[in-house]
Nanobody
Framework: VQLVESGGGLVQPGGSLRLSCAAS????????MNWVRQAPGKGLEWVSF????????YYADSVKGRFSMSRDNTKDMLFLQMNSLKPEDTALYYC???????????WGKGTLVTVSS
C-alpha cells in the first residue's frame, strides 16, 4: 500500500490550493478515504471523508463550505480542493485509507500547506 500526497505549498489567506493523493498497491475503489491534518505543535485533526463511489462526503465543521473532497477511481487518485484558506488551515495534510474495521490503516507522508501573508 502506498499513498503519496502532493500539491501543498505557501498561499496567502483567501487563496486556494488543490491537494492530490496517488494511491497504489491496493484496489482503491474498494476503500473509503479520508484527509487528516496536523497543525504545527498540535494533534491530528480529521478533515474529510469520501465513500467508495465518491458520491458521499463529510467534512469537519472547521472546513465545511470551503473544502471539497473528490476521487477518481479510474486513476486511483484522491483530491482536496481548498478555497478561502485561513492561517489556521496551516498544517501537514495526510490522505488515509479507512480499513475494514473503520480505522485509518494506511497513511501517506503528508504535504505541507502554509497559509500566510
Amino acid at each position: 500500500v502506498q499513498l503519496v500526497e502532493s500539491g501543498g505549498g505557501l498561499v496567502q489567506p483567501g487563496g486556494s490550493l488543490r491537494l492530490s493523493c496517488a494511491a497504489s498497491g491496493f484496489t482503491f475503489s474498494n476503500y473509503y478515504m479520508n484527509w487528516v491534518r496536523q497543525a504545527p505543535g498540535k494533534g491530528l485533526e480529521w478533515v474529510s471523508f469520501i465513500n467508495r463511489g465518491g458520491d458521499n462526503t463529510y467534512y469537519a465543521d472547521s472546513v465545511k463550505g470551503r473544502f471539497s473532497m473528490s476521487r477518481d477511481n479510474t486513476k486511483d487518485m484522491l483530491f482536496l480542493q481548498m478555497n478561502s484558506l485561513k492561517p489556521e488551515d496551516t498544517a501537514l495534510y495526510y490522505c488515509a485509507r479507512q480499513g475494514a474495521d473503520y480505522g485509518l490503516d494506511s497513511w501517506g507522508k503528508g504535504t505541507l500547506v502554509t497559509v500566510s501573508s
